[in-house]
């Protein structure tokens, strides 16, 4: 019997990227799992709102000025977020570094006028089913922000190491991007919801 001639994979690389890395599956398993949980929040909003006599609920709308401005900041972060997944697909570790502050400062910005949009809503999460769900879309889509934002200032601390210019390290920045950029859609249809809804 001929003996077949062992493979050598020594030349492969250690991590793979994209859709060859385990934790790319990962990260969308949980955009899928953290999008579902957004779209029940919504049918709960769009349920209670088909059975309330007036909506909002004991309250004038919510001001437009606050989910505005957040929203103009999330908008702004795409470009910078697209650059730094494409710098880290090319491994290019300087521009990496820069781009990860940049976006360290873009996501830390919206929480800012975040803080503004709960007494925007002109009622407390307690005080009836309106208040309820719309402190809770606004804290989920909080959790969501502050969860990136911390990976990001992870990460941007790891790529000043030795440890930053390896591939699982490009995988992991570029896997962020991908999650900020569902951040950013996510909260397209709750400022919707939350703020136009109302108006209509």
Known sequence: MKERAALDVSKLPLHGMGAASPAWWG????????????????????????????????????????GSVLTLLLLASIVPNILVSRWAKARALAKVRIGLIVMSLLEAAP??????????????????????????????????????????????CLMFTRYGDNTRRYGDVEDNCLYWNFVIVAWLPLYVCIYWVPRL
């Open 111 to 156: 929480l800012a006028p975040r803080i503004f949009e709960f007494p925007a809503m002109h009622v407390s999460w307690d005080e009836n089913a309106y208040g309820s769900i719309v402190w809770t879309l606004l804290g989920l889509h909080t959790a969501h922000v502050i969860t990136d934002l911390i990976d990001t200032l992870v990460l941007t």
């Open 27 to 66: 990260t969308c398993g949980f955009m899928l799992i953290e999008g579902s949980a957004f779209a029940l929040a919504i049918a709960i909003y769009f349920y209670l709102f088909s059975i309330a006599p007036n909506w909002p609920i004991d309250a004038p709308v919510p001001d437009l000025s606050p």
